[in-house]
């Protein structure tokens, strides 16, 4: 993740976590995708939202964020280990049966997303799935709070991903959402499996 907007997460972390709204709905579809008990890794997870509903169901999860800070907030919350990890820091070799990124890879400068990917790709067991959602657009920069966001076309992603590994796309699709920062946004959201 880039610096900047880490240092974000890291000074805002009890704002951002207060604002966290509840899991998304697709968190719901993904899990139908694994086995009972499957072994996920959560990556940016934030406050802990989408973690404690995969909790609730008896998930086996590792779940990370790249700030301390919210990892701390998080695993209080959730009263389960949350680790300090960045993604460049993954470095397990199929352990996972499913990825879930929810709003956070869409932080990971253009250049380094394809590697960022292939090592999510080898963490994952064959057949397992990944899910991750990423702004719209065609330039990368920084919004009015000073994150960075690496702003995608559906092209270049799916271009990015076959780059990235043998993927089996399950769904793609989009929604609108408000940013933390207020801005309107499009979400590209990817669910695939891993080949």
């Not at 919350?77 to 929810?102: I, K, Q």
């Not at 043998?166 to 080949?195: A, C, N, Y």
Request: aromatic share 10%.
């Amino acid at each position: 993740m880039d610096d900047e907007t880490l240092q974000f997460y890291r000074s805002n972390a009890r704002a951002y976590a207060d604002w966290a709204k509840a899991p998304s709905t697709r968190l719901i579809g993904f899990l139908g995708l694994l086995p009972a008990g499957a072994s996920i890794l959560e990556l940016g997870c934030g406050a802990g939202s989408h973690a404690a509903e995969m909790l609730a169901r008896g998930f086996a999860l590792r779940a990370t964020d790249g700030s301390p800070e919210m990892a701390e907030i998080a695993s209080r919350r959730l009263h389960h280990p949350v680790a300090t990890m960045r993604f460049d820091e993954l470095e397990e070799s199929e352990v996972f049966d499913g990825v879930w990124a929810s709003a956070c890879l869409l932080h990971v400068p253009k250049e380094e997303l394809a590697g960022i990917l292939a090592r999510i790709h080898r963490a994952l067991k064959a057949g397992g799935v990944f899910y991750a959602s990423y702004k719209a657009g065609e330039g990368d920069g920084r919004d009015s709070l000073g994150r960075y966001y690496n702003y995608v076309s559906a092209d270049w992603l799916l271009a990015t991903y076959a780059a990235a590994g043998p993927w089996q796309t399950i769904s793609f699709d989009t929604s609108e959402i408000k940013s933390f920062d207020g801005t309107p946004d499009t979400l590209l959201h990817l669910v695939m499996r891993k080949d």
